[in-house]
């Protein structure tokens, strides 16, 4: 029997192709609020300290501890890619890189978020 469709089935890579996407946007959402508040500076220094006071909340360390997740994951995945787009093994080994992707994922990113974590916790 025919599959009726596309031939993509929407497995991991789907996922990390729309993850990549999203975590791209988050981190360019992030640089444009980061370049102004620091724009701030030249402007009023005391409306920047006013601004970065206003940081100082663990609704925000929450969302610092979503960037480190967020760049780490978009790194990695990055690399992937370009392994696969360059190495003449990479489509056959893209599961094998997806999971050696995953582990260094989670290495990486657990440091950052005990360490953010706990200044969070410290805010409440």
């Known amino acids: 029997m025919q599959r009726l469709g596309t031939l993509y089935r929407g497995r991991e ?3 990390t192709w729309v993850l990549h996407r999203v975590s791209g946007v988050a981190i360019l959402f992030y640089l444009f609020a980061h370049v102004v508040d ?3 500076l030249n402007v009023s220094p005391e409306a920047y300290d006013r601004v970065i006071d206003t940081y ?3 609704f ?3 969302l610092e501890i979503g960037l480190a997740v967020v760049v780490i994951f978009h790194a990695l995945n990055g690399l992937r890619i370009i392994l696969f787009d360059f190495w003449s093994q990479g489509v056959a080994r893209q599961r ?3 999971w ?3 582990v260094l994922f989670l290495v990486l990113a657990i ?3 005990v360490a953010i974590g706990a ?3 410290e805010e409440l």
Do not use: D, E, Y
């Open 13 to 15: 890579g789907m996922w």
């Open 111 to 113: 440091p950052p978020v």
């Open 119 to 121: 200044h969070v916790v």
């Open 56 to 58: 100082r909340n663990p």
């Open 38 to 40: 620091q724009a701030l």
């Open 100 to 102: 050696v992707q995953t």
């Open 96 to 98: 094998q890189m997806l």
């Open 60 to 62: 925000v360390g929450l």
